[in-house]
């Protein structure tokens, strides 16, 4: 999938299939949605195109109004979101910052300068719910109107349901902040999972007796937090299983090396000998959140903390053990 950020790239497609939205998780909403998209790409011999938004539109306005709690929770970052619908066979995906001159982009010029002379639509697939344009003013009534006279086709898909919910990035949040892994996953069509580069950290771990590799989670307000059961990929051959902390850390100083940010620390229940104490900092890791085991907890000192991490790696191993044995189970 080739990526651009902004419209102004000699390497756009001339012309394409496109769908636009925020696309935060990439649900089985989304992926249905996609399928769609390529199955009409091929049959106008146009490439498969994202139109995606960076920040998320409510993250802009919440800054705006300096009302934090009008953003949403960030199910997956940037980084996830692109991997995802390379996964699904997208063929190119724009990035368009969203900032206030495009907040302020009326719904017609939308339509003519990102859509027709941007991207050269010959489809348009949006939601049901789409709106665009400053204050919301365009909808796909206006969409299709416009389709009309310019020559390119709109369609509509209508809500993806399974088992009679609505499939939506809200119900994936709402999943995410209750802790059920299992529901998330029925809604992703996929265990949840964040990827990024192993960075530094404060090295505490390593101190305690429980080493992590870290990744940072570069949204300040994500959909999940707390400690987790979980599994590693990219680190050895195989995936190790492992137990994590998603969040602030509260009982961390704010001003260690990672400056207070929302961090994703991973301590593998074996790790891998080869690679060293130093041999997982620069490499690309995915980390599958497999089942929650409870929320963030303060605690009031070191011995305290490593007493803390101690239960909850064995809590993890109990976890493993037990689906090792349903496994076997039902193989049986």
Not at 271 to 298: A, M, S
Request: hydrophobic share 40%; proline share 4%.
């Amino acid at each position: 999938m080739r990526i651009f950020r902004g419209l102004h790239h000699p390497g756009i497609a001339p012309a394409c299939a496109v769908t636009i939205g925020n696309f935060d998780g990439v649900h089985r909403g989304h992926q249905a949605m996609l399928a769609l998209l390529d199955n009409e790409a091929r049959h106008r011999d146009v490439p498969s195109c994202v139109l995606t938004f960076e920040p998320h539109p409510r993250d802009y306005f919440a800054r705006v109004a300096r009302r934090p709690e009008m953003a949403p929770a960030r199910i997956a970052t940037l980084r996830d979101k692109l991997a995802e619908l390379a996964a699904c066979g997208v063929d190119q995906c724009v990035v368009l910052r969203f900032d206030a001159r495009l907040s302020g982009q009326s719904a017609e010029a939308f339509i003519q300068q990102v859509l027709v002379a941007g991207l050269g639509a010959h489809y348009v697939l949006v939601g049901d719910d789409f709106r665009f344009g400053a204050k919301r003013a365009g909808d796909y009534a206006m969409l299709d109107a416009a389709g009309r006279r310019q020559g390119f086709d709109v369609a509509r898909m209508n809500s993806y349901e399974v088992h009679n919910l609505r499939v939506s990035s809200s119900a994936v949040r709402e999943a995410l902040a209750r802790g059920d892994m299992e529901a998330v996953g029925g809604l992703l069509g996929r265990p949840y999972s964040i990827s990024g580069h192993v960075v530094h950290g404060r090295k505490l771990g390593r101190e305690l007796g429980f080493p992590t590799v870290n990744l940072r989670f570069s949204h300040w307000k994500p959909a999940a937090s707390g400690i987790f059961a979980v599994l590693v990929h990219g680190l050895a051959d195989r995936p190790l299983a492992g137990v994590a902390n998603l969040g602030i850390r509260p009982s961390i100083d704010p001003q260690d090396v990672n400056g207070g940010r929302v961090l994703l620390e991973t301590h593998c229940l074996e790790w891998p000998q080869q690679l060293g104490l130093q041999g997982g900092y620069g490499k690309i890791i995915r980390v599958e959140l497999l089942h929650k085991l409870h929320d963030e907890l303060k605690y009031d000192s070191l011995d305290a903390l490593r007493a803390g991490i101690a239960r909850d790696r064995e809590q993890a191993c109990e976890y493993f053990a037990s689906t090792r044995r349903q496994t076997t189970r039902d193989r049986i």
